[in-house]
């Protein structure tokens, strides 16, 4: 048996080396990949981002090609500094800081010296790139906006920082990523995929050839199209509608719960963010703190909905049976709920469920908020019973929609109204400001459009998204599940007629659309600022929602004002021409087009800077009242 054990481990030794070697020269190639052989030079091929579509087929978002002028540091040898500096217009210092930090990435890995040279400048470089060692030209595509519209829906893509290169294996220096709406949210989708080839070099690093025969190489491959639920044409018929005005117009399909428009005011045209200009005119967008264009109103912006909510107190009435909808209030101008607590009311009499709709009777609600809490053996259980029911229609909560920005709003609880009064003692009338949308409640204006897209499909809603289609790959099945609320279908009818009257004979008759039955409501919405140590009242808020047509829903709204003043000033009639362009492709409003076009707020925001101003300079230096 021994005389067999010494030949047996040579040929078992023999067999493992044999065995090494095949598997790292033929099966494992992750060695000819490592970027500091000095012996491989790599190349990449950069793939087109996918196309951007809109709902119906137009083309929204498309390339156009970019060229970066890259530089590897330890091949930079013997070039006429001063000639290179000349042809791409820097100056000797920028061209020493320019390349001491491309050494400090990687001395031997290729880093962008001069991205995004238009045709001209890299003809003129191409020319006479042999003269210039370690510099090379990098043919990349950036953004080609086929509309002016839609930057906050958009987003832009930006060359990768350091957190982007260390958080993924994919991205190398000068490489670009979307960044913000959804180029960001469908990044791996549209970015497809490098193509990259190996070329090998002598001892003297001379390119010899690629690296056997191009066995490892690969092609690049392009990002897939999208297509975005997105109708261009409202999306540009809102932005026109909100110039001069701050605010936001958010439209959904209910049966799908398909973003038709998103809209914030002011914002910018998506070309601004492309090329040599893209960091400037980046920094000056968030240098503007006045109207700020890069803070998306529809989705980060929270505010006190104000009568708009009050259709979701009427539900919530309904479902919990602490009214029907014969049940009344008698109304005097306003609602007394305290010891000289007194809430003012512009209507008066008898008010029933469907007239306080239409007539925004804050007593009515007040009565019905004070119903819904004191129905409970607590405070507590009444407030979070209430609660459990709003956030059945997505409040206070991430609504989930894909699109990365976002606030959630607030819809408070019991343990809310414990921090605030930590001794006990709060009830119904303390928090009765709930009931009529000034309260602690805070909602953007994508959950108001939602909460009457819910109202629409009585009862429930699909999470609002952005995508339609993909080239290759299928939706998150999550924009396709119907999310059901609490309140149950039956009571929606009386509230729907409710709002259907508030176009024939309430607060939204002065923009009715002849043919078309709108159900809406409208919102006044107090807008305090704090100056200084001070808190002061501004104008308020404009705010209205709607759905059309009233038993075949197909669009649902919500329009956000900032200082617009009452629901009906500037909220509705945008609201009744954003419906009307939708259904119709056409407008017959042309009194209240011409009126919205023509309207500017800006004076109004102006009162804003100058308060500010005030509070800034020294008492005796105040400007004049």
């Known amino acids: 048996m021994r005389k067999f054990l010494l030949p047996f481990l040579i040929v078992s030794v023999a067999i493992a080396i044999l065995v090494r070697l095949l598997y790292l020269q033929v099966i494992d190639d992750s060695y000819i990949k490592k970027s500091e052989n000095n012996a491989l030079k790599i190349v990449y091929e950069y793939p087109e981002r996918g196309y951007i579509y809109d709902r119906n087929g137009k083309l929204l978002i498309a390339n156009?090609?970019?060229?970066?002028?890259?530089?590897?540091p330890q091949e930079v040898k013997e070039i006429d500094t001063i000639a290179l500096c000349q042809m791409l217009d820097v100056t000797k210092e920028d061209f020493i800081k320019k390349l001491d930090k491309a050494r400090v990435y990687s001395p031997r890995l290729p880093s962008v010296f001069l991205p995004q040279l238009n045709k001209a400048e890299y003809a003129a470089f191409q020319e006479k790139i042999r003269h210039f060692n370690g510099f090379y030209i990098q043919k990349r595509s950036l953004r080609?906006?086929?509309?002016?519209?839609g930057a906050n829906i958009f987003g832009y893509i930006r060359q990768v920082n350091e957190q982007n290169v260390k958080g993924s294996s994919y991205y190398r220096s000068g490489d670009l990523i979307g960044i913000q709406g959804v180029e960001q949210e469908y990044e791996t989708v549209l970015r497809g995929t490098k193509g990259v080839k190996y070329i090998q070099r002598d001892r003297f690093n001379r390119e010899i050839g690629s690296f056997k025969n191009g066995h490892y190489d690969t092609i690049a491959v392009k990002g897939e199209d999208i297509t975005l639920t997105l109708d261009v044409?409202?999306?540009?018929?809102?932005?026109?509608?909100?110039?001069?005005?701050?605010?936001?117009?958010?439209?959904i399909e209910p049966k799908t719960g398909e973003i038709l428009a998103?809209?914030?005011?002011?914002?910018?045209?998506p070309s601004l963010l492309v090329g040599r200009d893209r960091s400037k005119n980046y920094t000056a967008l968030f240098n503007d703190s006045i109207s700020k264009p890069l803070f998306n109103r529809v989705l980060s912006g929270e505010y006190s909905p104000g009568s708009t909510f009050k259709i979701l107190t009427g539900l919530i009435g309904l479902q919990e049976e602490v009214i029907n909808e014969q049940t009344a209030f008698v109304c005097n101008h306003g609602f007394f709920y305290g010891r000289g607590a007194f809430m003012k009311c512009h209507d008066s009499g008898s008010i029933s469920l469907n007239r306080a709709i239409a007539s925004s009777c804050n007593t009515y609600f007040a009565n019905v908020y004070k119903r819904i809490i004191e129905k409970y053996s607590k405070p507590r259980y009444g407030i979070d019973a209430w609660s459990s029911h709003l956030k059945s229609f997505g409040l206070g909560e991430f609504l989930g929609y894909d699109l990365p920005d976002g606030r959630k709003g607030h819809i408070p609880s019991s343990n809310y109204y414990d921090r605030w009064y930590p001794n006990g003692g709060w009830r119904s009338t303390t928090t009765i400001s709930n009931a009529i949308g000034q309260g602690e409640v805070v909602m953007t204006p994508m959950q108001l459009a939602n909460m009457m897209a819910t109202i629409a499909n009585r009862g429930y809603f699909y999470t609002p998204h952005i995508i339609k289609k993909i080239e290759k790959h299928e939706i998150d099945p999550k924009f396709t599940t119907k999310n059901i609320t609490t309140i149950d279908p039956q009571y929606f009818t009386p509230v729907i007629n409710g709002l259907f009257d508030v176009y024939n004979f309430g607060s939204g008759r002065s923009v009715q659309l002849d043919g078309i039955e709108v159900c809406g409501k409208t919102g006044t919405v107090e807008n305090f600022i704090k100056v200084g140590?001070?808190?002061?009242?501004?104008?308020?808020h404009s705010v209205f929602v709607a759905f059309a047509p009233k038993d075949d829903p197909k669009i649902a709204i919500a329009v956000f004002i900032e200082n617009g003043a009452w629901g009906a000033r500037w909220a509705a009639p945008i609201t009744s021409l954003m419906i009307e362009k939708y259904l119709r492709k056409e407008i017959t409003r042309t009194d209240l087009e011409k009126r919205m076009l023509e309207g500017s707020l800006e004076s109004e925001y102006a009162k804003v800077i100058t308060l500010q101003q005030q509070a800034k300079l020294p008492q005796q230096a105040k400007l004049p009242q």
């Open 144 to 149: 080609d906006y086929q509309v002016h519209s």
């Open 64 to 72: 156009q090609p970019s060229y970066d002028i890259m530089v590897i």
């Open 533 to 540: 140590t001070k808190r002061v009242q501004l104008a308020d």
């Open 262 to 269: 998103l809209v914030t005011a002011p914002s910018y045209d």
């Open 233 to 251: 044409d409202l999306q540009e018929y809102g932005e026109l509608l909100m110039q001069n005005k701050r605010g936001g117009i958010v439209a």
